[in-house]
């Protein structure tokens, strides 16, 4: 099975208010993890990324939060807009994969006006 | 070029028909990945390439799959005898050292080849 997973496939949040997208991980080696995300007919886009010995990084509009001990990341969108409807992927440097990056199934996020 | 050019975007062929998909990387990106996305699904692995160094190629599902690199640059996947489940958007990235991705440096995908099989 996948070593990385994602709690809701859809999550659909009003305009304005922030979103939460998470991920469990099983591998507790990883020590490197991405968010993408992927508008419809794109490609994957690099949204944020963060490292095992960080807990939490900041972008613009974005955070990702990192907890070791439960293996869990989740990106976290502020006062979401039209354009943050897309599939959101989580991605691992787990060592399998290729070059150790393994791909969780997505979550489907709908912002509602 | 500026990003990771994929071509044909849309391919729609007969099922029995062989079909080449062409990548071609961000200039200097020396590893390069093939990515399978069927509808509504995550990615799944094909191939992934680094250096001069031999193919990782434990993703292809079958031997109806392969894909080359020439010169360290673009690549070619090839579906020989396409079958209706062969049907999805074929991602093909690209990163400035495999190895890399343990120090932070990302991946850059493509606009993806999207292969209907009829």
């Known amino acids: 099975g996948e070593s990385v997973g994602l709690h809701l496939p859809t999550l659909s949040v009003q305009e304005g208010d922030n979103s939460i997208i998470n991920c469990a991980y099983s591998?507790?080696?990883?020590?490197?993890f991405i968010w993408y995300k992927q508008e419809s007919g794109k490609g994957p886009q690099f949204i944020i990324d963060?490292?095992?010995?960080?807990d939490k990084r900041q972008g613009q509009r974005v955070t990702v939060l990192l907890n070791k001990t439960v293996k869990h990341l989740s990106l976290q969108i502020a006062a979401t807009q039209p354009g943050d409807s897309a599939v959101y992927f989580c991605?691992?440097?787990?060592?399998?994969?290729?070059?150790?990056?393994?791909f969780g199934k997505g979550t489907h996020l709908i912002i509602q006006p | 070029g500026a990003g990771v050019s994929q071509s044909p975007s849309n391919k729609v062929t007969e099922k029995g028909k062989d079909v080449e998909l062409r990548c071609d990387p961000i200039?200097?990106?020396?590893?390069l990945y093939w990515y399978r996305q069927s509808l509504g699904q995550g990615l799944e692995f094909l191939i992934y390439?680094?250096?001069?160094?031999?193919?990782?190629k434990s993703g292809l599902p079958s031997d109806r799959f392969s894909a080359e690199r020439t010169g360290g640059s673009v690549s070619t996947l090839t579906i020989q005898r396409t079958q209706q489940e062969d049907s999805a958007v074929y991602l093909c990235?690209?990163?400035?050292?495999?190895?890399?991705?343990?120090?932070?440096?990302?991946?850059?995908f493509g606009e993806g080849s999207w292969l209907t099989v009829v």
């Open positions: 990235a690209s990163s400035p050292s495999g190895t890399g991705l343990r120090s932070g440096n990302t991946i850059y």
């Open positions: 591998n507790s080696a990883s020590d490197y």
């Open positions: 963060i490292r095992s010995n960080m």
């Open positions: 991605a691992e440097n787990s060592g399998g994969g290729a070059d150790g990056l393994t």
């Open positions: 200039s200097g990106h020396t590893a």
């Open positions: 390439f680094q250096g001069n160094s031999a193919p990782d």
